[in-house]
């Protein structure tokens, strides 16, 4: 059973393990969240890898209303994508995902995380930077649709004890 959100607007949310029975509202989220969406047979695969962490943010409906997902090998984690619907944006849904993932791969042995964004993208910017994440490097036109580089950021993480 997933953990329960506390506070404001996101009560009544929990963050759980994604499994296939999320596989359509996942499609469904990146079809909405990104302009060169992942599809199906991709989603599914990574469900199913062992190497990998998706953790899906459910409402009170049972609705999943947004994911994040992850590949750990050895000590090291990629953060591969992070989606909330549009009209949850930046009211802290997202962030209690991150810091849940993060948790997660720390405890998985975790010592430290990547991911790419978009250079534009300041608001998941300005999130993964509270979180601790600096630029590492620059991926020169990463994405397409429309074309534009990514940050590589990167956080190295601390040993729970």
Not at 65 to 72: E, F, N, V
Not at 104 to 130: D, K
Request: aromatic content about 6%.
């Amino acid at each position: 059973m997933g953990r329960k959100l506390g506070g404001g607007q996101m009560s009544g949310f929990s963050i759980q393990k994604a499994d296939l029975s999320h596989l359509g509202r996942l499609v469904e989220l990146e079809r909405l969240c990104f302009a060169d969406p992942w599809g199906e047979a991709d989603l599914s695969y990574e469900l199913n890898d062992p190497l990998c962490l998706w953790l899906v943010a459910v409402d009170e409906t049972g609705t999943v209303r947004a994911y994040a997902g992850s590949r750990l090998v050895l000590d090291e984690a990629d953060i591969m994508n992070i989606a909330v619907v549009p009209e949850l944006r930046r009211q802290g849904l997202g962030s209690r995902l991150l810091a849940e993932l993060l948790h997660r791969l720390t405890a998985g042995g975790a010592r430290v995380v990547t991911l790419e964004v978009r250079e534009s993208n300041a608001p998941a910017r300005a999130m993964y930077e509270r979180f601790g994440f600096v630029q590492a490097g620059l991926r020169p036109n990463y994405y397409s649709h429309p074309r534009e580089h990514a940050l590589l950021l990167r956080r190295e993480l601390e040993v729970e004890t």
